[in-house]
């Protein structure tokens, strides 16, 4: 992924969907099949030039970002992240960093004064409001105008059918269980749904 300059001044979250999209966009310039070793070498090639023309271009730029994640985070983790996109991009990262709980009125008091950051980390239950405020960027709008495949995307935040928001990870809840357990209340698999894990658990309770 990678961060793209088009923007709109003080609306955190369009860049922050910048980023995303441009990130994933530098992992796909590849216009060759791999059919031949030509064809192959040629959109090497071309990656290179392409990758190497947005680093030239993005060099001094500076972006702020404010999430509360480095807080939580290893020390260091998300430093290194922001340090190895300045590598591929150009683009420097300055982190804004502050516990969860201070974050929102931050980003709001940010927004009324107008000197939001960049990039923000969202809660995705903030999104609503600061869209119906006009405080983020419709993100449909800069996916359609930069020609961005949003199929690519997992997932993302919408408000009145436009995407505010586009979540950094999804990922599993996962859940441990004890087969023997299980299996001793006459249960032989894993519930695949809610009414086999509602009988599985009323079996072993019994």
């Keep these: 992924m990678k961060f793209k300059s088009i923007m709109k001044k003080g609306l955190a979250v369009a860049l922050a969907g910048t980023m995303v999209l441009g990130l994933a966009a530098c992992g796909n310039n590849s216009s060759g099949t791999g059919s031949t070793g030509e064809t192959t070498k040629e959109a090497k090639e071309e990656t290179v030039k392409k990758t190497?023309?947005?680093t030239?271009?993005?060099?001094?730029?500076?972006?702020?970002?404010?999430q509360w994640w480095e807080e939580e985070l290893p020390e260091g983790t998300l430093r290194a992240i922001c340090d190895e996109f300045t590598a591929q991009t150009g683009?420097?990262?300055?982190?804004?960093s502050n516990p969860y709980a201070d974050t929102k009125t931050q980003i709001a008091a940010g927004a009324a004064a107008g000197t939001m950051a960049d990039v923000v980390g969202l809660d995705g239950a903030w999104v609503y409001?600061?869209?119906?405020?006009?405080?983020?960027?419709?993100?449909?709008?800069?996916?359609s105008s930069d020609g961005y495949d949003d199929s690519q995307l997992s997932s993302q935040i919408q408000v009145d059918g436009s995407t505010y928001m586009?979540?950094?990870?999804?990922?599993?809840?996962?859940?441990?269980?004890?087969?023997?357990l299980l299996e001793s209340a006459g249960i032989t698999e894993l519930p695949a749904n809610?009414?086999?894990f509602k009988a599985a658990c009323e079996a072993v309770t019994d």
């Design 129 to 143: 409001d600061f869209a119906k405020q006009g405080s983020i960027s419709n993100l449909s709008e800069l996916m």
């Design 56 to 66: 030239s271009s993005s060099k001094g730029v500076t972006l702020e970002f404010q």
């Design 91 to 96: 683009i420097t990262i300055d982190l804004l």
């Design 52 to 54: 190497t023309e947005t």
């Design 166 to 180: 586009i979540p950094v990870v999804n990922f599993a809840y996962p859940m441990y269980v004890n087969m023997d």
């Design 194 to 196: 809610w009414t086999e």
